[in-house]
């Protein structure tokens, strides 16, 4: 079992865990809301997709943003999963991506949407 995020205690009272399959997904959510400089020993860690959300959409902003998170988890995450496809979904001021990948210790083959703070 590993750490589940965000981290918090389970009804146990011991630090609460899940699945590797979940903990992967949990690991793709942060590095997809973290931005870059927030992580103290790892400056450059992270895409920052929240301090995209006002910014104008269209075609070109989609496919910049597809290739900025297609990359950040190549680079972070490259070890972990293989990423198959990524969606960028923008309605008013909420980015909805969703991310296809194959988790490798496992094979399975995984799309998850993540929105805004990273609702599931």
């Known amino acids: 079992m590993d750490v589940d995020f965000p981290f918090h205690i389970a009804r146990t009272g011991r630090t ?13 959510e942060q590095v997809l809301f973290t ?5 103290v020993n790892r400056p450059d860690f992270g895409c920052g997709l929240l301090d995209l959300v006002f910014e104008p959409t269209g075609p070109e902003f989609a496919a910049a943003l597809r290739v900025t998170v297609q990359a950040a988890l190549q680079r ?5 999963i293989a990423v198959r496809s990524v969606d960028v979904f923008a309605e008013d001021s909420v980015l909805r991506f969703e991310i296809g990948y194959t988790v ?3 094979g399975q083959a995984r799309t998850d949407t993540f929105e805004g703070g990273g609702v599931r």
């Open 104 to 106: 490798l210790a496992t």
């Open 35 to 39: 931005r870059p400089g927030e992580r």
């Open 16 to 28: 609460a865990s899940t699945g590797y399959d979940e903990h992967v997904r949990d690991m793709v």
């Open 76 to 80: 972070w995450l490259g070890d972990v």
